[in-house]
């Protein structure tokens, strides 16, 4: 079988990443995730540019009441990383976490007499009624581990051993107030007091669901990727391949590996959607494991957007296909420009070709860009 080239697997990522969709409504809104799958959201604004850059034209308003209305639901689950999903994606995302972070419950909290899943239905007590403030919900479990576990559970206190009490997929996450593109969302509830139609999902049944729309999102993929995405072994993914049987198919790619694509090819969406102003922890560079992460740009490129010290990703430039800069929003005096910096070898562009994409993000934002600079790269 005749090898994908670079830019075939460029090609059929980015129809997949900016499909056609007709409208800037809450369905349509809603629409864009269930295509794209999990957005991953440490940064507040995330979810809102993950629209804004591929479906140019939505109001901030819009978004923010879906997630005020959670029919947009975010919370800490693949990895132990906060995701934006819908409904229906959470419910499975839930299931998959669950099983994924059961060992390092266990391991790290070194549970003795309380299994993980004993853990989880306290948590969830505790946040069945009312939104739980981060800290209260520690408090409350560290009392709980110290009347029923071992010293070593109850007397760990640290970063990892906190956001491990808190970090629970079955819970919400929220703001205190509606500005949810700029607060720490610190406050949980659990998801199906607030949802009580959120659906039950096994493992194995939640996972190959998931890898199919991750496919259907990044697709092709490696094994690694999909393990990588939602935190599973390679077997767990292989078990998820075969169950999703023919609508799956395997496809020689440049770098050797083999990638897994739906059988259904993209026949719709954009090749080249122009210039968009992508997200920090954009889906075109965390959709996939480490050593894929270049489908875009080039391996010496990464540094520059990447900063594997501490896990962030800076917001970055689509143009042309490829990633060409990143760029930030600067307030001064309640006046906002953004910068951009360009990727070396990429020569700055022009500043109108950034006037469709400022509009987009302005709409999302809410926000006003008084001023575009372009600079070149380091």
């Given at each position: ?319 042309d296909g490829h990633i060409v800069a990143s760029w930030k929003t600067l307030t001064r005096s309640n006046r906002t420009a953004v910068e951009v910096r360009m990727l070396d070898p990429h020569p700055r562009l022009a500043e109108d070709l950034f006037s469709d994409a400022i509009l987009a993000t302005e709409a999302a ?14």
């Amino acid at each position: 079988m005749r090898r994908l080239t670079t830019d075939e697997l460029r090609r059929r990522t980015l129809q997949r990443q900016f499909p056609k969709i007709n409208g800037t409504d809450p369905e349509s809104v809603l629409e864009l995730f269930t295509r794209l799958g999990p957005i991953q959201s440490q940064v507040p604004r995330a979810p809102f540019l993950a629209v804004s850059s591929r479906l140019p034209g939505v109001p901030y308003s819009t978004i923010r009441d879906l997630f005020e209305q959670h029919r947009l639901l975010k919370t800490t689950n693949i990895r132990g990383t906060v995701h934006t999903s819908t409904r229906e994606h959470f419910a499975m995302l839930d299931a998959v976490a669950r099983r994924t972070r059961a060992a390092q419950l266990r391991n790290y909290l070194k549970l003795d007499q309380v299994t993980p899943e004993q853990l989880a239905t306290e948590v969830e007590a505790f946040t069945a009624a009312d939104w739980r403030a981060r800290a209260d919900i520690v408090t409350h479990l560290r009392t709980w581990l110290t009347e029923r576990d071992s010293v070593g559970s109850a007397s760990l206190r640290d970063t990892l051993s906190d956001s491990l009490l808190w970090g629970h997929s079955g819970l919400l996450r929220r703001p205190r107030d509606e500005r949810w593109e700029k607060r720490t969302d610190i406050l949980h509830r659990r998801a199906r007091s607030v949802v009580p139609e959120l659906t039950q999902h096994q493992f194995d049944e939640a996972l190959a669901a998931l890898v199919r729309v991750h496919l259907g999102s990044y697709g092709p993929a490696t094994r690694d990727d999909l393990a990588f995405f939602f935190g599973t072994s390679l077997g767990a993914v292989d078990t998820a391949v075969k169950a999703l049987g023919e609508n799956v198919v395997r496809l020689p790619g440049p770098d050797r590996d083999d990638h897994l694509d739906l059988a259904e090819p993209p026949t719709e969406g954009e090749e080249d959607p122009g210039l968009r102003l992508l997200p920090e922890f954009d889906g075109l560079l965390v959709g996939y494991a480490g050593k894929h992460r270049t489908r875009f740009l080039e391996d010496y490129q990464l540094p520059a957007i990447w900063a594997k010290v501490n896990g962030l990703f800076a917001p970055i430039v689509l143009y042309d296909g490829h990633i060409v800069a990143s760029w930030k929003t600067l307030t001064r005096s309640n006046r906002t420009a953004v910068e951009v910096r360009m990727l070396d070898p990429h020569p700055r562009l022009a500043e109108d070709l950034f006037s469709d994409a400022i509009l987009a993000t302005e709409a999302a934002l809410a926000v006003k860009v008084a001023d575009l600079q372009v600079l070149a790269g380091d």
